[in-house]
């Protein structure tokens, strides 16, 4: 089992930047590919961010592309989207997901553990 907890969302005027994080606990963190995903009110759950086992590789939706950077922290199991240059559509809950692979993982369907989300608000 492996617990999820993001931290960091909030309210931000256009244009902004947001640190969103994640804290992993209960299994060994390296063994995991970790994830980014949004969804808006009335709207499917969608790719941010993903980022492999090790950290060397990561991939990102079209959307964010030059705006958001994922990174992944072993010595404190953590996992961190920076969010820079942000727009009102980036608006949503962001969830944190984990699964047990090596590769990068972008179907949300695949991914067996999230957590709980944090909201992320941009103004115009």
């Known amino acids: 089992q492996v617990t999820l907890l993001e931290s960091g969302g909030g309210l931000v005027q256009a244009g902004g930047s947001l640190r969103l994080s994640c804290a992993a606990s209960?299994?060994?963190?390296?063994?995991?590919?970790m994830g980014w995903f949004r969804q808006a009110p009335g709207k499917e759950r969608d790719f941010v961010a993903a980022?492999?086992?090790?950290?060397?590789?990561?991939g990102y939706a079209d959307s964010v592309k030059g705006r958001f950077t994922i990174s992944r922290d072993s010595a404190k199991n953590t996992v961190v989207l920076q969010m820079t240059s942000l727009k009102p559509e980036d608006t949503a809950v962001y969830y944190c997901?984990?699964?047990?692979?090596?590769?990068?993982?972008?179907?949300?369907?695949?991914?067996?553990?999230w957590g709980q989300g944090t909201q992320v608000t941009v103004s115009s």
């Open positions: 980022i492999n086992w090790s950290g060397r590789s990561t």
């Open positions: 209960g299994r060994t963190f390296s063994d995991y590919a």
């Open positions: 997901a984990a699964v047990r692979r090596i590769g990068l993982v972008v179907t949300p369907g695949e991914y067996e553990y």
